[in-house]
């Protein structure tokens, strides 16, 4: 039985939780099962965690689905991956909307089939006035790209007059990154043992509290998502300033 989400966490629940969802190949591989096994089992996880997180009070929740090096891999795992998207925006949507999430995908759309597109386009149209939890899918995804494409627009901007170079401040950068509108994250959670950020939220996670759990992801619970919040509750975020405690 799932534990139940203590409601007194709610108040204080950090606004954006970030995951990179790693391990599911071995999560398989420990199995004697293929690859696809656990990324289709990493996808049912998705579903629970949403719901926990929404529960949690929490507003945005970010999930690393397929990186933008992630096209190194071969064409059968792309495919695999590509489908499982598919399907979980398909079929996930009434339930998305039964429970009040909003759906938003950010990464680079263009290198995506079209029919992948349209479902994305179509899953966030269908859920966009929904205001509980948003859940923003990364896919084809990659911080240094972000950042580039960010840094083309404003030089276009510039180039078209609209903006001039002295009115480039952090706060115009961000407004050109997918993340627009999207408050920085406070946690990130990655699965797996990995400890590092493998090209995510790079401009947004300068400030972020980075919690590394050993778990898989196929096997991440809402017990484990409990425990990196308790983690994140007991650290203090500074932010270049003096300790509060002297
Ligand atoms: C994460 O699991 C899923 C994606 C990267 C899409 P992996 O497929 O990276 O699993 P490991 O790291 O090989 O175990
Ligand atoms: C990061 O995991 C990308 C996703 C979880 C979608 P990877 O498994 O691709 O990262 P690396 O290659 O180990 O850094
Ligand atoms: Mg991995």
């Known amino acids: 039985m799932q534990p139940t989400v203590p409601v007194a966490l709610a108040p204080s629940a950090p606004a954006h939780v970030a995951i990179i969802m790693d ?19 990493g996808a049912e996880v998705v ?4 719901i926990a997180c929404r529960d949690l ?16 891999r071969p064409v059968t795992e792309v495919d695999d991956l590509m489908g499982l998207l598919c399907l979980y925006l398909e079929k996930e949507v009434a339930e998305l909307n039964r429970n009040g999430v909003r759906v938003r995908v950010i990464g680079d759309r263009s290198r995506l089939a079209g029919n992948v597109r349209a479902l994305i386009a179509d899953a966030e149209a269908r859920t966009s006035g929904n205001r509980a939890l948003t859940m923003i899918l990364a896919v084809n995804y990659g911080g240094r790209s972000e950042i580039v494409h960010a ?20 706060d115009i950068f961000a407004s050109y990154l997918d993340t627009v509108d999207v408050p920085d994250p406070d ?11 493998s090209n995510f939220l790079s401009w947004q996670s300068v400030y ?3 919690v590394f759990l050993d778990t898989l992801w196929p ?21 270049g300033a003096s300790s509060f405690s002297g």
């Not at 391990?23 to 089992?41: D, E, I, S, T, Y």
């Not at 579903?47 to 949403?50: A, C, E, L, N, T």
């Not at 096997?219 to 932010?239: I, M, Q, T």
């Open 23 to 41: 391990g599911n190949g071995r999560w398989a591989k420990a199995r004697g099962l293929p690859r696809a096994a656990g990324h289709q089992r």
């Open 47 to 50: 579903r629970d965690i949403v």
């Open 57 to 72: 009070g929490i507003s945005y929740l970010t999930l690393y689905a397929f990186s933008s090096e992630n096209w190194k």
């Open 151 to 170: 840094a083309r627009a404003i030089a276009e901007a510039v180039r078209a007059g609209r903006l001039a170079p002295a009115e480039i401040t952090e």
């Open 187 to 197: 946690l990130l959670i990655r699965t797996s043992g990995e400890r590092r950020m």
């Open 208 to 210: 972020t509290e980075l």
């Open 219 to 239: 096997d991440f619970s809402r017990e484990n998502l409990l425990a990196a919040l308790d983690e994140y509750y007991h650290r203090e975020r500074r932010y």
